[in-house]
């Protein structure tokens, strides 16, 4: 990805290698280089209430200024939400608007939404595309 102020870490384990890329450019470019790289997949933002808040305008920019669409899920704040009822939430959300295995799940969030939706994206049609965007 071609972030401003950023570093790259490659990650290499036994069967894949990816990038951990760390930049300090605002949400709104963030999201914009997400979707140059991504640009054939269908997008689910998921976040928290608290984070949906402070970042629902940065997401909206980005999204209409490429054109694209998106569907954003919010799950509650805080460590009540890591529960098998929140995952199940996202997921029948996800099938309810035709997510298939070739989507992209983005986690705006750390902690308990980067959690959730790590997992909910590793087993969700046995596996889709992952990025996390924690905030902190």
């Keep these: 990805m071609g972030f401003l102020n950023r570093d790259v870490l490659h990650v290499r384990t036994a069967s894949k290698a990816y990038p951990i ?8 470019e ?4 997400i ?14 209430s608290h984070l949906a808040d402070a970042y629902r305008d940065a997401v909206h920019e980005a999204f209409g200024q490429a ?7 919010i799950i509650p704040a805080g460590e009540r939400s890591k529960t098998r009822r929140a ?7 996800l099938l ?15 902690g308990v939404v980067g959690d959730l939706v790590g997992y909910t994206a590793a087993t969700y ?3 889709v595309a992952f990025v996390q965007v924690p905030t902190s």
């Design 35 to 48: 979707l140059r790289c991504f640009q054939n997949k269908k997008i689910a933002v998921i976040t928290d």
């Design 67 to 73: 054109g694209r669409e998106m569907d954003l899920i």
């Design 21 to 28: 890329h760390f930049s300090a450019s605002p949400a709104v």
């Design 125 to 127: 049609l046995r596996g």
């Design 30 to 33: 963030v999201f914009t280089e």
């Design 87 to 93: 995952k199940e939430s996202i997921e029948d959300a």
């Design 96 to 110: 309810e608007r035709k997510y298939g295995r070739d989507c992209l799940l983005i986690a705006l969030g750390g």
